[in-house]
């Protein structure tokens, strides 16, 4: 679209979104092929489940500290 002649407006109006957005977008994605973006997508999507459950592995490992210091 926008190698035709449209503007960056025109091309972020008919996909139902900001100029903003676009140029967000194209700083994260600018060079990617889909299935790279589609890659780190996932990864991002792993990546914060696992962070999930390190924190809950850490709650858990607090809650069992303070249970042992109080058998003592």
């Given at each position: ?21 676009w140029y967000r977008w194209k ?28 924190a809950d592995q850490a709650l ?13």
């Amino acid at each position: 679209m926008l190698n035709k002649g449209a503007t960056v407006a025109e091309v972020a109006r008919s996909f139902g979104i900001t100029e903003t957005t676009w140029y967000r977008w194209k700083n994260t994605y600018g060079g990617m092929k889909a299935t790279d973006a589609k890659r780190l997508k996932e990864l991002e999507t792993e990546n914060k489940r696992l962070k999930k459950i390190v924190a809950d592995q850490a709650l858990d490992i607090d809650m069992l500290g303070e249970i042992a210091s109080g058998n003592r």
